[in-house]
């Protein structure tokens, strides 16, 4: 009996062990003995062929002599792959007829896969597709054939729409991505084949996620905001843990059970790997520039427990490896024909992508590479790839062999070994895991997350790109304002338009994607849609008569409405053919209704006011170039004009607006904020004022902003206000006790009525007031209101599309928008005897700057319902390059070098220097390009000129020998792995690796093979260092050219293809509206296998 157990507890022994190696490769499955895994990890005793030859051993020399020996010594004849064959296992036979036969050991089943993204760029649209994570099983299903086939996962339906990255949990069968183009998070789940949609209008600056299976949070690193952030797996609750500084986070990888993230950091010429901990601290550089150039993708090697990560070093494509400390650094691939992108870990697999666009006859096409993490018996790297014709990015791999410890983590620091968290639980390491709490919530006793949400003076900012309702602190201490907090709606909803009654301290926004006008408690905790079926941008509450004034965007009528939403009619019906209501604003002292409408065109805007109840309606200012944002400063009588794309705020008296017909000529203070701030862009959505200052939200920054009035216009000091944490800001609003406590003091006629209004009461002056009725309704006498007689509503367009923003690039003149047909609902006649008048074509090239798409819609009656909406097309550019004009010579900034994208030459003044932006390499000049619309790359503030020094005299090369061997007959010894290298510096003339471009050597003379095998390629090696030459070494040089003749017809060819610029070229690497532009070169990667993919 004690002899069992201890047998018992020795074979466990071994199975824990080999299963803590990832190493396991042989199982039984029905049966059968198969293989789990790679082949050439296979380690079992099948000596047999798929024919039933027994096996030679792999150390004797009859009846055949070996090529290839396992890495174990090969004193067996047991079944092998030594040479990373794809087919699988084989050996060498004992029957003197038959060199070598494949042993056909079957595949265990394994459901791991690998997906990427896939964008086909000519009708914009994206897909996410899936191989086998093996690439011996889908070599093995393609057979013979050069061909096979995709499954494709999952599509977008929105168009356009691109994939930019994803991750993926194999434990909950789960794919998370990111479309930036509508700036959304997905879930897409594969057992229930359904896509979710989440923070819609946050994904915009994206750029790599990564997902933590041990405690089921997603990271992601951001752009635009510029830093890491951290989610629960259903992105219900979010905050930001990292932000750098001068520095763009760009690719992220998560290891789970290190607790660790690993982040790139893009910097020109200052590029990062760092790692942080789970809560976004204890940063540790693991290398720097130039180690690290341009790093787009990081993963983690949970076989090796490695970091991997694809680096563009400007010349080139790397595949690097490193330990997770950055130890033992190892370039793993090179190719100068290849931008690679995402990268993925499979077992002895690393999977990348390649965003570069190749030309053939049948049109584009991009690869996804696979290459072997060890090297064959030979010392020979095998890679392969998929040729694809869409451009794959992101890239995961789904798979228990990488998530393989899915056991229950209880050490000290994991999120199981600790009491819940709220909101998010950050395991840590040799300490207690951290709670965070949502963007808006407060950690309270360590664990718990609450919205101290308050009723005294306050901003109220409505987010649309995190669909909530935020609250920041109008007061004079610090902690105050630096706190964001959340208002917790008891709905959901996607806020727009916000404003809060100043004597009943209710909200009410506007949710343009439901179509609603929707109210609130102060805190949120009791809300209710008031009226639906309105599109609304800008509403305004009138807290004295219980009163709400909106405009709706598609009519471009202003309505006013009861707070109830009981009733509501239209008061302004009056528009132009290009009417584009901005905001609207009320003087609650002299009962007007100011709005702005910019008339969709530059220079043409005005700020127009009426009564309450639509009459005397009159034009205020004209000309105005862009005007939106309007507010009223209550207490000190003032209005304030904002001229959004010019950043210009004017003040003008509204006692003084009360006599005069225009107010163009009148006394007015002037704020250009734009030229104190020193920003070139800028688009101001709102203003409000309060306390003496006046606050801004400026669409560029994305954050509150502020300024003292006063009467000094000229040193205006305007400052940040608040945290940072807000994406898309349309409005806000402004709650003050004092405010109220005004407004309480003004006289209310409505209330002092003998008779109470039947529906809705207006306030006209002072002393009148009028009763008005709902829409459809007339009044009967002074107050009752009755059913109208000619009771008739204009056609109703049910479907007609909000305004869109198009950005294009600074190449790019114009861009292709469509949409749907409009339809149309009216009350007495069908669509069919609608008289409708509008663009023909639902297709339209819409230039920069806003287009308006107009349709019309007469019933039988003669009402006419109108569909109108915007297509804003913006234009990114970079700014005016800094160049001195002394020193250097700049062509013209053009996008004919490189199609598609904006770019100039620099070169020296002095025709006898060079040009240099490293002090290391110089060239005759340096191509400088628009990197992500907003920076140049390289950087001008790096640029000198440098005289060069004269090079040394070479002696002449005597004509090489010819070479004593065939070619295609390499020699058996295996060839050389070769040595490590520093890693190569920026901006230098491109360096020729020295690639041994020999095939790997044959089973077999001739080797006769039922199907096309893999052949291998090898290792790319070490980049020479450029400097000056002694006699010595122009010695070796020579002896060099005359021995290796391959390398020197290779450096000519190198060099004859690069030879039709003599600009140095920048690639870029960021979010574009335009293709990767190449072209095909006709030498890939020798030796690589490539298979075309149907979809």
Same mark, same amino acid.
């Given at each position: 009996?004690?002899?069992?157990?201890?047998?018992?507890?020795?074979?466990?022994?071994?199975?824990?062990?080999?299963?803590?190696?990832?190493?396991?490769?042989?199982?039984?499955?029905?049966?059968?003995?198969?293989?789990?895994?790679?082949?050439?990890?296979?380690?079992?005793?099948?000596?047999?062929?798929?024919?039933?030859?027994?096996?030679?051993?792999?150390?004797?020399?009859?009846?055949?002599?070996?090529?290839?020996?396992?890495?174990?010594?090969?004193?067996?004849?047991?079944?092998?792959?030594?040479?990373?064959?794809?087919?699988?296992?084989?050996?060498?036979?004992?029957?003197?007829?038959?060199?070598?036969?494949?042993?056909?050991?079957?595949?265990?089943?394994?459901?791991?896969?690998?997906?990427?993204?896939?964008?086909?760029?000519?009708?914009?649209?994206?897909?996410?597709?899936?191989?086998?994570?093996?690439?011996?099983?889908?070599?093995?299903?393609?057979?013979?054939?050069?061909?096979?086939?995709?499954?494709?996962?999952?599509?977008?339906?929105?168009?356009?729409?691109?994939?930019?990255?994803?991750?993926?949990?194999?434990?909950?069968?789960?794919?998370?991505?990111?479309?930036?183009?509508?700036?959304?998070?997905?879930?897409?789940?594969?057992?229930?084949?359904?896509?979710?949609?989440?923070?819609?209008?946050?994904?915009?600056?994206?750029?790599?996620?990564?997902?933590?299976?041990?405690?089921?949070?997603?990271?992601?690193?951001?752009?635009?905001?510029?830093?890491?952030?951290?989610?629960?797996?259903?992105?219900?609750?979010?905050?930001?843990?990292?932000?750098?500084?001068?520095?763009?986070?760009?690719?992220?990888?998560?290891?789970?059970?290190?607790?660790?993230?690993?982040?790139?950091?893009?910097?020109?010429?200052?590029?990062?790997?760092?790692?942080?901990?789970?809560?976004?601290?204890?940063?540790?550089?693991?290398?720097?520039?130039?180690?690290?150039?341009?790093?787009?993708?990081?993963?983690?090697?949970?076989?090796?427990?490695?970091?991997?990560?694809?680096?563009?070093?400007?010349?080139?494509?790397?595949?690097?490896?490193?330990?997770?400390?950055?130890?033992?650094?190892?370039?793993?691939?090179?190719?100068?024909?290849?931008?690679?992108?995402?990268?993925?870990?499979?077992?002895?697999?690393?999977?990348?992508?390649?965003?570069?666009?190749?030309?053939?006859?049948?049109?584009?096409?991009?690869?996804?590479?696979?290459?072997?993490?060890?090297?064959?018996?030979?010392?020979?790297?095998?890679?392969?790839?998929?040729?694809?014709?869409?451009?794959?990015?992101?890239?995961?791999?789904?798979?228990?062999?990488?998530?393989?410890?899915?056991?229950?983590?209880?050490?000290?620091?994991?999120?199981?070994?600790? !009491?819940?968290?709220?909101?998010?639980?950050?395991?840590?390491?040799?300490?207690?895991?951290?709670?965070?709490?949502?963007?808006?919530?407060?950690?309270?006793?360590?664990?718990?997350?609450?919205?101290?949400?308050a009723k005294t003076d306050r901003l109220l900012l409505a987010d649309q790109g995190q669909a909530k309702i935020f609250q920041v602190g109008l007061s004079s201490t610090?902690?105050?304002?630096?706190?964001?907090?959340?208002?917790?709606?008891?709905?959901?909803?996607?806020?727009?338009?916000?404003?809060?009654?100043?004597?009943?301290?209710?909200?009410?926004?506007?949710?343009?994607?439901?179509?609603?006008?929707?109210?609130?408690?102060?805190?949120?905790?009791y809300s209710i849609t008031i009226l639906k079926n309105k599109t609304v941008k800008t509403l305004a509450v009138e807290p004295r008569i219980d009163l709400v004034f909106f405009a709706d965007d598609h009519t471009q009528y202003i309505y006013v409405a009861k707070q109830s939403g009981l009733y509501y009619r239209p008061i302004m019906t009056e528009k132009s053919n290009v009417s584009r209501i901005g905001k609207i604003v009320l003087d609650y002292t002299r009962r007007f209704v100011y709005w702005s409408d910019s008339h969709s065109t530059e220079g043409k805007g005005q700020i127009l006011r009426m009564r309450y109840d639509g009459t005397d309606r009159k034009v205020i200012l004209d000309g105005l170039h862009w005007p939106e944002a309007i507010t009223i400063d209550q207490e000190g009588h003032r209005l304030f004009v904002a001229d959004s794309k010019l950043g210009v705020i004017y003040e003008y008296k509204t006692d003084i607006l009360d006599d005069l017909i225009s107010a163009s000529g009148a006394e007015n203070k002037t704020w250009h904020v734009s030229k104190q701030t020193d920003r070139s862009n800028v688009y101001i959505s709102d203003i409000k004022v309060s306390g003496g200052f006046l606050y801004m939200f400026d669409k560029v920054t994305t954050h509150i902003e502020r300024f003292k009035l006063g009467e000094n216009t000229e040193n205006?000091?305007?400052?940040?206000?608040? !945290?940072?944490?807000?994406?898309?800001?349309?409005?806000?609003?402004?709650?003050?006790?004092?405010?109220?406590?005004?407004?309480?003091?003004?006289?209310?006629?409505?209330?002092?009525?003998?008779?109470?209004?039947?529906?809705?009461?207006?306030?006209?002056?002072?002393e009148d007031s009028k009763c008005i009725c709902q829409e459809g309704y007339e009044l009967n006498g002074e107050v009752?209101?009755?059913?109208?007689?000619?009771?008739?509503? !204009?056609?109703? !367009?049910?479907?007609?599309?909000?305004?869109?923003i198009v950005r294009i690039g600074p190449c790019q003149e114009s861009s292709e928008f469509q949409w749907d047909e409009i339809v149309w609902l009216d009350d007495h006649t069908e669509q069919r005897n609608l008289v409708i008048s509008g663009p023909q074509k639902r297709k339209?090239?819409?230039?920069?700057?806003?287009?308006?798409?107009?349709?019309?819609?007469?019933?039988?009656?003669?009402?006419?319902?109108?569909?109108?909406?915007?297509?804003?097309?913006?234009?990114?550019?970079?700014?005016?390059?800094?160049?001195?004009?002394?020193?250097?010579?700049?062509?013209?900034?053009?996008?004919?070098?490189?199609?598609?994208?904006m770019s100039f030459n620099v070169s020296c003044e002095n025709p006898d220097y060079k040009i240099s932006a490293d002090n290391i390499a110089s060239f005759d000049e340096i191509m400088v390009r628009c990197q992500n619309d907003v920076a140049w790359v390289p950087s001008t503030a790096g640029f000198k000129c440098i005289k060069p020094m004269s090079p040394p005299p070479v002696a002449p090369v005597a004509p090489p020998t010819p070479a004593a061997t065939p070619p295609t007959i390499p020699a058996r010894t295996p060839a050389p792995t070769p040595a490590p290298t520093p890693a190569p510096t920026p901006y230098r003339p491109v360096p020729t690796p020295n690639i041994d471009h020999s095939v790997a050597p044959p089973r077999s003379k001739p080797r006769m093979r039922t199907t096309a095998g893999t052949p291998a390629t090898p290792v790319a090696g070490a980049i020479q260092q450029a400097g000056g030459l002694t006699g010595g070494d122009q010695a070796a040089i020579a002896i060099v050219v005359l021995i290796v003749l391959g390398i020197v017809l290779a450096v000519g060819v190198f060099y004859w293809r690069r030879s039709g610029t003599g600009s140095f070229a920048f690639p870029i690497f960021w979010k574009t509206t335009t293709d990767d532009q190449s072209t095909l070169e006709n030498n890939e990667v020798e030796g690589s296998h490539s298979y075309s993919v149907f979809h």
């Open positions: 009996m004690i002899h069992q157990k201890s047998l018992f507890f020795l074979i466990l022994a071994l199975i824990v062990a080999v299963a803590s190696a990832g190493r396991t490769t042989v199982r039984v499955h029905n049966g059968t003995e198969c293989i789990d895994g790679p082949s050439i990890w296979y380690e079992g005793s099948r000596n047999y062929t798929r024919s039933g030859i027994p096996c030679q051993r792999w150390d004797v020399d009859t009846p055949h002599k070996p090529i290839f020996t396992p890495k174990d010594g090969g004193n067996h004849n047991s079944c092998r792959n030594p040479d990373h064959d794809q087919m699988g296992t084989w050996c060498y036979t004992t029957n003197s007829s038959v060199k070598w036969e494949y042993c056909e050991i079957p595949k265990c089943p394994d459901d791991s896969i690998v997906a990427w993204t896939s964008y086909n760029v000519n009708n914009r649209t994206a897909k996410v597709l899936s191989f086998e994570a093996d690439p011996e099983i889908v070599r093995q299903r393609a057979g013979s054939s050069p061909s096979v086939s995709i499954k494709p996962v999952f599509a977008s339906g929105r168009v356009p729409a691109e994939y930019w990255t994803l991750a993926s949990d194999y434990g909950e069968q789960k794919i998370f991505f990111l479309d930036y183009r509508s700036s959304y998070f997905g879930i897409h789940d594969l057992k229930t084949n359904t896509t979710s949609i989440h923070l819609e209008g946050m994904g915009a600056g994206v750029e790599g996620i990564a997902y933590d299976w041990a405690t089921k949070n997603v990271y992601w690193t951001d752009s635009e905001q510029n830093w890491v952030m951290v989610a629960d797996s259903n992105f219900k609750y979010y905050t930001p843990i990292f932000r750098p500084q001068d520095e763009t986070p760009y690719a992220i990888a998560v290891h789970a059970r290190k607790r660790l993230i690993f982040i790139s950091l893009f910097k020109t010429m200052g590029s990062k790997i760092i790692t942080l901990d789970m809560a976004g601290g204890n940063r540790k550089e693991l290398f720097k520039f130039p180690d690290v150039f341009d790093v787009t993708g990081l993963t983690i090697d949970y076989t090796d427990d490695k970091l991997y990560w694809t680096d563009f070093t400007g010349y080139g494509s790397l595949v690097v490896c490193s330990g997770l400390d950055g130890t033992n650094k190892s370039r793993k691939y090179f190719s100068t024909s290849s931008i690679l992108w995402g990268v993925a870990s499979y077992l002895n697999y690393i999977y990348a992508t390649d965003v570069r666009t190749r030309f053939m006859v049948e049109g584009k096409y991009y690869y996804v590479w696979w290459i072997s993490k060890t090297q064959t018996a030979d010392s020979r790297l095998k890679l392969g790839n998929y040729r694809l014709s869409e451009k794959p990015r992101g890239i995961t791999v789904l798979s228990k062999n990488e998530e393989y410890s899915l056991d229950r983590d209880n050490e000290l620091g994991s999120c199981e070994s600790s !009491p819940p968290c709220d909101h998010l639980c950050l395991p840590m390491v040799n300490q207690t895991r951290v709670c965070v709490c949502s963007v808006g919530y407060e950690l309270q006793n360590g664990a718990q997350c609450v919205t101290p949400v610090s902690d105050k304002i630096n706190t964001t907090v959340v208002v917790p709606l008891s709905m959901k909803s996607i806020p727009y338009a916000v404003d809060v009654s100043a004597t009943t301290n209710l909200m009410f926004w506007s949710d343009i994607k439901t179509k609603t006008i929707n109210r609130a408690s102060w805190d949120g905790s205006v000091s305007v400052a940040d206000y608040g !945290p940072h944490l807000f994406y898309r800001i349309h409005s806000f609003a402004v709650y003050s006790v004092t405010l109220g406590v005004y407004i309480r003091k003004l006289d209310n006629p409505c209330r002092t009525r003998y008779m109470p209004c039947h529906h809705m009461c207006v306030v006209i002056s002072s009752d209101c009755i059913i109208s007689r000619e009771r008739d509503t !204009p056609p109703e !367009p049910m479907n007609c599309p909000d305004d869109v339209l090239t819409v230039i920069v700057g806003e287009s308006h798409i107009s349709y019309s819609a007469t019933d039988e009656r003669g009402n006419v319902g109108e569909c109108v909406f915007s297509v804003t097309v913006i234009q990114d550019t970079c700014p005016i390059p800094n160049i001195d004009s002394n020193v250097f010579k700049k062509t013209q900034t053009s996008c004919k070098a490189v199609p598609g994208i």
